[in-house]
């Protein structure tokens, strides 16, 4: 059967969401439902699908991206005639009902977790009421869960050509909001992305646009999320770039972590597609953004040591700067290099810049990942005049907890999520933004969750600058002494200073944020370990 689909269709849709990357190389034999609770979600949700689309005889059933909360899936959503049921984790008896009743015409109302009514024409994904789907808003993952990552029917290049019209104007635009960069691997990361788009607008030579998005830190699944679910949105955003900057559609490169076959898949599928909606506007030999793949580690996530991937260097060490890529990158040429994050905030910035307050310090909205101790993680979208408090509900979280690392794998300890989500907010607090909130009880122990990101940066750091690269050893050598009895606080914070200051990456500088941010908020607890005790009761101690 024709599973496409189009607007214009009206026939009954089956939705199945399909994401989270590469499956074990080594598959579990299948014996039945209960094997799809310990099965990989890519497998899990290519089950599902296959079973949706055996049973279908009219029904359209589409492949789709993540929702983001990964606790309903693999998801499938039944609509018909402006009304969608939301069914979890079905089985697959329970597939071939809902796909049945498809046909006939229902969406399974009388046991679906929510049903939502809607706009027959909606291209975003209706969200219920309440669950996790309601936290937050959904401008820019609006199409994940809902559009086909794959199907060209559905591709717009509208920013794209908005820029093409009057780039000078689109770049004014983006000055005028004040949009910000949103992730490490962002040149522009907390800072004006028309800053950097200017300067390669300016610079002399073929200016090149990168998309980073190789994120090895599973905790961050935000990029991952966004692009593999609406990677044409991305898309858009990018060619947009190009077209204020001057850059040709096959001068975009997408960069992504090479374990993420699916989404290099689908996101090479979505690049024609775009390319194709340009239609009389792109020159008849107008070339496809680039798909690629790096390697699978944290430092190749830096957007200079992005660079040096991409321009096939076996030893990844981060660039001196300035120049910064905005004057020279990839190969010497004036490179914008962004994140999928900030790409889709691109785009939904010239489509609607009345959504966006100016007057904001950081306008927008910011994905997160909340993850943890928590029964699965989940990826929302929040305003950035909201507070990190209201992501709690996304999630299965302890009844009490602890503390929470924002930031990602070199973010801040806080013992409260009553921080607005902004750049300026987060960066006084001495958190990071890197979009993710990890959420701990009370059995995690401070100074040992501290002591593995230290012992992570003194393995994984690039070498290149001092600071970081022994800054890091000594670190952590520091944070061992306490479990012996001696807590020295005034020289590690003297390194820990050190290290901020100096350190050429941001490695070096957010690893020295988590120890420091440890000994601020939980003094009392770091103290207790040099006297023999661990509060929590996850370490061995010997102090005196």
């Known amino acids: 059967m024709n599973n496409t689909y189009d607007s214009r269709d009206e026939r009954p849709i089956v939705r199945v969401t399909v994401g989270r990357g590469r499956p074990p190389s080594v598959a579990r034999e299948p014996a039945g439902d209960d094997a799809d609770e310990t099965a990989h979600p890519l497998e899990r949700g290519r089950k ?16 789709v991206g993540s929702t983001g909360a990964r606790a309903l899936e693999p998801l499938v959503l039944v609509t018909t005639e402006g009304r969608t049921a939301y069914h979890p984790q079905p089985s697959s008896e329970r597939v071939q009902t809902l796909v049945d009743r498809a046909e006939a015409g229902t969406v399974g109302a009388d046991d679906a977790a929510w049903v939502v009514e809607h706009d027959p024409d909606t291209e975003t994904l209706p969200t219920p009421a309440d669950g996790p789907l309601a936290i937050g808003t959904r401008r820019v993952l609006g199409g994940c869960g809902w559009t086909d990552p794959e199907e060209s029917a559905g591709a717009t290049a509208d920013a794209t050509a908005l820029a093409r019209d009057d780039p000078a104007a689109a770049l004014e635009r983006l000055s005028e909001i004040g949009l910000l960069g949103r992730g490490r691997g962002d040149a522009s990361q907390d800072t004006a992305l028309a800053e950097s788009v200017a300067t390669v607008r300016e610079a002399a030579g073929d200016p090149v646009v990168v998309v980073n998005a190789n994120e090895s830190d599973r905790r961050n699944e935000t990029d991952r999320t966004l692009l593999g679910g609406s990677p044409a949105a991305v898309l858009d955003g990018a060619l947009a770039i190009a077209e204020i900057v001057g850059a ?30 340009l239609g009389e506007d792109a020159a008849d030999d107008a070339e496809s953004p680039q798909v690629v793949a790096g390697p699978d580690e944290y430092i190749a996530g830096e957007f200079t040591m992005a660079l040096e991937a991409l321009e096939g260097n076996d030893r990844l060490e981060a660039r001196l700067r300035p120049p910064g890529p905005a004057r020279h990158g990839l190969y010497g040429r004036p490179t914008i290099v962004q994140t999928p994050r900030t790409l889709a905030q691109v785009r939904a910035a010239l489509l609607e810049p009345g959504a966006f307050d100016a007057a904001d310090a950081d306008p927008g909205t910011r994905l997160v990942t909340v993850t943890g101790d928590v029964g699965t993680p989940a990826t929302v979208e929040v305003p950035t005049g909201s507070l990190l408090s209201a992501v709690r509900d996304a999630v299965d979280a302890p009844d009490q907890i602890k503390m929470a690392c924002i930031g990602g794998q070199f973010g801040g300890f ?10 300026s907010a987060l960066r006084n607090a001495d958190l990071g933004t890197e979009g993710v909130v990890e959420l701990f009880d ?15 940066a003194s393995e994984e750091n690039c070498g290149r600058c001092f600071p970081g690269r022994e800054g890091s050893k000594q670190l952590l050598g520091l944070l061992r002494e306490i479990y012996d009895g001696t807590y020295d606080d005034d020289m590690v914070r003297e390194l820990i200073r050190t290290m901020d200051s100096s350190s050429l990456c941001d490695v070096g500088r957010s690893a020295a944020r988590s120890v420091e941010t440890a000994l601020d908020r939980f003094e009392t607890e770091i103290e207790a370990h040099a006297a023999g005790r661990c509060p929590s009761g996850a370490c061995e101690v010997s102090g005196s």
């Open 414 to 423: 806080t013992r409260s999520l009553d921080h607005t989500a902004t750049a």
């Open 48 to 63: 599902t699908l296959q079973t949706a689309r055996t049973a279908a005889e009219r029904v359209a059933v589409l492949e």
């Open 248 to 277: 040709d559609p096959g001068d975009i490169v997408v960069y992504t972590n090479e374990d993420d076959d699916l989404v290099r898949h689908r996101t090479r599928s979505a690049a024609v597609a775009v390319t194709d909606a």
């Open 442 to 456: 009370r059995d995690r122990c401070v100074l040992a969750t501290a002591g593995e990101r230290i012992r992570f």
